[in-house]
């Protein structure tokens, strides 16, 4: 086996390569003391809010929280119904069921493993009041057709922008909107393995609009629109000083680390074209993709077998996800059948997702390309 130590994801590799800056910052907050809510948070925030061309940006503690903030907002109440994509992170749909809103599935769209707006558009009832689309393993959900649904039916539309941050999205008329800054308000993680990723757990909310601004403000600060008068029941969700202070330096870099991910995903397109059993990720022609995962779908392949074959070269890879949420123990229910989900279901089946980072060269994608056509020989 040879020595080139592949992950899935190289966190390592890319903090050395700017590691001055970020221990730097991260001395510097020390240094300070100002640990919570620093002068750092509201750099980033407006940093971020610059580069994302959005209103308001809103540090929170991490992805769920800024879903479950998303909709405490939008005042919705017990037993309106959410709709969201069966096939994704279960945050998207815990945080749903946490706030005694109900979840409705729809299947996903088959090329790009987005919401199915067809499906999306008959699951609305009387009792649906938001939609969440999810930009999945880097590329936009058909958000164009997303915003006519919402609007067409008067639903609020949050993004979970977890994987997709930096990508954009294109409208036929011509206008260009960066992920998570088109629907009413867009969510965002930033766990250490996403594109934008923090050295601990962090999260954010945007919004354009004004009062839902202010609203998302008070709520991850306990309620408060000012100080010590709690005027609704909020959370305690904060990015701490030191996470935006490494945020700060990683912001720059991220486009560039967008290009090194769309590179390997090039490298791993051209090496896969002719291997009939692997279909290579589809890209939408209204969105970007920033990869946060490169995803395969197998086409007649025995994936155990190949999970292990490249586990004995040292490649790892993974699969997300194996099991569709309308089947995870917590959120069953009877009207939930597996024949609705046929796309889904299918995914859940034959996808696999192979090493995709910032820091993969040619030497590990030729390695690893080479491995799995060894498979298919
Ligand atoms: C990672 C992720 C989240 C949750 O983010 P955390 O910061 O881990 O809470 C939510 N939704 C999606 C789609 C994600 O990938």
């Known amino acids: 086996m040879p020595e080139y130590n592949i992950q899935m994801v190289d966190l390592k590799g890319q903090y050395t390569k700017i590691k001055?800056?970020?221990?730097?910052?991260?001395?510097?907050?020390?240094?300070?003391?100002?640990?919570?809510?620093?002068?750092?948070?509201?750099?980033?925030?407006?940093?971020?809010?610059n580069y994302l061309k959005v209103k308001y940006v809103i540090p929170c503690?991490?992805?769920?929280?800024?879903?479950?903030?998303?909709?405490?907002?939008?005042?919705?109440?017990?037993?309106?119904?959410?709709?969201?994509a069966n096939f994704t992170f279960a945050a998207t749909v815990e945080v749903i069921g946490l706030l005694n809103l109900t979840p409705v599935f729809v299947d996903v769209d088959k090329a790009t493993f987005n919401i199915n707006v067809e499906a999306?558009?008959?699951?609305?009832?009387?009792?649906?009041?938001?939609?969440?689309?999810?930009?999945?393993?880097?590329?936009?959900?058909?958000?164009?057709?997303?915003?006519?649904?919402?609007?067409?039916?008067?639903?609020?539309?949050?993004?979970?922008?977890?994987?997709?941050?930096?990508?954009?999205?294109?409208?036929?008329?011509?206008?260009?909107?960066?992920?998570?800054?088109?629907g009413d308000i867009g969510t965002t993680?930033?766990?250490?393995?996403?594109?934008?990723?923090?050295?601990?757990?962090?999260?954010?909310?945007?919004?354009?609009?004004?009062?839902?601004?202010?609203?998302?403000?008070?709520?991850?600060?306990?309620g408060m629109y000012q100080r010590y008068y709690h005027d609704e029941i909020g959370v305690n969700s904060r990015l701490d000083s030191i996470q935006a202070a490494i945020l700060r330096v990683k912001l720059p870099h991220l486009d560039s680390y967008s290009a090194a991910r769309k590179k390997a995903a090039t490298y791993y397109n051209n090496a896969f074209a002719d291997i009939d059993?692997?279909?290579?990720?589809?890209?939408?022609?209204?969105?970007?993709h920033v990869f946060h995962q490169y995803t395969l779908k197998l086409n007649g392949v025995d994936?155990?077998?190949?999970?292990?074959?490249?586990?004995?070269?040292?490649?790892?890879?993974?699969?997300?996800?194996?099991?569709?949420?309308?089947?995870?123990?917590?959120?069953?229910?009877p009207e939930f059948k597996d024949e609705n989900y046929p796309i889904t279901m299918e995914l859940c089946k034959s996808v696999i997702s192979l090493p995709m980072h910032t820091e993969l060269?040619?030497?590990?994608?030729?390695?690893?390309?080479?491995?799995?056509?060894?498979?298919?020989?």
């Open 120 to 182: 999306l558009e008959k699951a609305i009832t009387p009792k649906t009041k938001a939609i969440i689309p999810v930009h999945l393993f880097g590329q936009c959900a058909n958000m164009e057709a997303v915003m006519n649904i919402a609007k067409k039916h008067h639903l609020f539309v949050i993004e979970d922008t977890a994987q997709a941050i930096g990508a954009d999205y294109t409208f036929s008329n011509g206008d260009i909107k960066k992920a998570g800054t088109i």
């Open 20 to 49: 001055e800056q970020v221990d730097k910052a991260i001395f510097s907050v020390i240094d300070s003391t100002a640990f919570i809510k620093g002068p750092e948070v509201k750099a980033f925030k407006e940093e971020l809010e």
């Open 303 to 333: 994936r155990d077998e190949l999970v292990l074959f490249l586990q004995e070269k040292g490649i790892p890879a993974m699969v997300y996800y194996p099991v569709p949420l309308h089947q995870q123990k917590a959120y069953v229910r």
């Open 277 to 288: 059993q692997i279909e290579t990720p589809v890209i939408d022609q209204q969105s970007t």
């Open 189 to 222: 993680s930033f766990f250490p393995s996403k594109n934008l990723g923090c050295y601990g757990d962090g999260g954010a909310l945007f919004t354009n609009d004004d009062e839902l601004g202010k609203r998302l403000e008070a709520i991850v600060n306990h």
């Open 361 to 377: 060269d040619d030497e590990q994608l030729k390695y690893i390309t080479e491995s799995v056509k060894e498979f298919f020989k």
């Open 61 to 84: 503690g991490n992805g769920t929280d800024a879903l479950q903030i998303a909709l405490m907002a939008l005042g919705l109440k017990s037993g309106d119904e959410v709709i969201t």
